[in-house]
């Protein structure tokens, strides 16, 4: 993409109805986008299907999910899961007796990872073996589910598949170094990219963040012909990440967390859904503004962003409810601390010359710099010790908004989706937040009076 294509109207459903089918393709652990999206489709009653990654036995052997985990899964889905495992990525595959990636990057040292090499023949086989069990596998989930799905729905299908990080301990040991250090701990973000390590992880993220995406779309053709040849519709969403446009000096402006090694892959998914839609399948990956989720954690600072929707929410002519959030997030600094200071110091970071460069929407995923991770981690460990309990954040309250907006948004939107990638910045998620209360106030205030 040469520019972000922001979605700028706030649509509502007009196609999933009562007993319309939602796949969720990706399994549903904690916090996270996908819980507001999977609540607007309980809302309108649709029927939740998803899938299952799988848990790995003692020999890191994959399998299905045993009884009690599959009642826990269903539980939290609030629907049935095709018990198949579909793992996705290729870190733990290889041929019989061989070294998987992962052992591959066990035996990479912290002082040589950056000039040892791996054996690039040989992880072009683990990669095919990864990808022949994933598909072999999605097209048994397919078999299923079109067993599932009677003609007349509308299906709706959700990937929300990312990451890929192997588990190697080499490299937690550099990702804590590169996205949580500073000073002499400060670990260059291309340095890794360059590595031979960096290489194979970013294949990896390829696989499970984007691959993933066409496989769904190509592995559900014939759901998707029979449903529409008997006049349903179907859609395909994905959740991406490409920067997002917050208030910076009262004005929206493109930004991002940086860095984000995932960018690569998150371009990638936007290729597979431009490349879906030319072919006249429905297919929308969202860009979605950062959150804090278990995932995200790892990269600090990517929740600086986020605080800036409270300005946003007053800006799109927010009333009593945007007012009482403000009052929500206050309350959560300790004594002597004012959402002013907060403010202070994020307008401190963006109006930094180090982050200038960082604003180049062409030059994305930008490579990390000293000055840059000294400046946003500090600012964002100044801020969370501004509060008065490290476990109650601003960023928690206003992530769990987020995730309410972007879910009724992508909801309405997908009705009728006007392209192929969008992005969603905090102007429309606080036209969507203060509208969805406004009306909640008002029916309240209705009902009160009736």
């Known amino acids: 993409m040469e520019n972000p294509v922001s979605l ?15 796949v969720l393709f990706g399994e549903l652990f904690g916090r996270g986008y996908a819980t507001g999206l999977l609540d607007e489709a309980r809302r309108v009653g649709m029927e939740i299907v998803g899938i299952t990654v799988g848990r790995r036995d003692e020999n890191n052997g994959l399998r299905p999910l045993n009884a009690d985990e599959l009642a826990e899964a269903e539980g939290r889905l609030g629907g049935r899961i095709i018990n198949l495992p579909l793992m996705a990525g290729f870190d733990l595959d290889a041929p019989e007796g061989t070294p998987t990636p992962t052992d591959m990057l066990a035996k990479l040292t912290l002082e040589g990872w950056q000039t040892e090499t791996l054996d690039w023949d040989h992880i072009a086989q683990c990669r095919r073996i990864g990808t022949e069990r994933f598909t072999r596998t999605l097209s ?39 996205y949580k250090g500073r000073g002499n701990r400060h670990l260059s973000s291309q340095a890794l990219l360059d590595s031979d390590m960096g290489k194979l992880i970013l294949q990896n993220f390829d696989e499970v963040t984007a691959n993933t995406f066409k496989h769904l779309i190509d592995y559900s053709a014939a759901i998707r012909e029979r449903i529409t040849a008997a006049g349903g519709e179907v859609r395909y969403t994905a959740y991406g990440y490409h920067g997002s446009a917050v208030l910076i000096d ?18 990638l998914l936007e290729n597979v859904a431009q490349a879906a839609w030319e ?28 605080i800036p929707l409270l300005l946003a929410l007053k800006k799109e002519n927010g009333g009593q409810w945007a007012d009482e959030q403000w009052q929500t997030c206050e309350a959560l600094l300790a004594d002597g601390y004012s959402l002013k200071d907060v403010f202070g110091k994020i307008a401190d970071m963006q109006a930094s010359p180090v982050m200038e460069p960082f604003y180049d929407f ?26 008065r309990d490290g476990k109650a954040l601003i960023s928690d309250h206003l992530s769990a908004l987020v995730v309410q907006a972007t879910g009724k948004l992508i909801f309405g939107e997908t009705s009728k989706p006007s392209g192929p990638v969008l992005w969603l910045n905090h102007d429309i998620v606080a036209r969507r937040l203060n509208a969805t209360h406004e009306a909640a106030g008002m029916r309240a205030a209705d009902l009160a009076v009736a």
């Open 362 to 387: 062409s030059a994305w995923p930008k490579a990390n710099s000293q000055e840059q991770a000294d400046l946003t981690i500090g600012t964002s460990n100044e801020i969370n010790q501004m509060h």
């Open 279 to 306: 072919k006249g399948v429905k297919a929308t990956v969202y860009n979605c503004p950062e959150i804090r989720t278990n995932s995200s954690d790892v990269f600090a600072g990517i929740e600086l962003p986020l």
């Open 8 to 22: 700028n109207r706030i649509a509502e459903n007009t196609l999933f109805r009562k007993g319309d089918v939602f």
């Open 250 to 267: 009262d004005s929206y402006r493109w930004q991002t967390y940086t860095n984000y090694t995932q960018g690569y892959a998150k371009m």
């Open 140 to 178: 048994e989930v397919m078999a299923v589910l079109d067993g599932m799905i009677a003609d007349g729905r509308n299906v709706f299908f959700a990937h929300t598949m990312a990451g890929g990080i192997p588990k190697a301990k080499v490299f937690l040991a550099l990702a804590n170094r590169i």
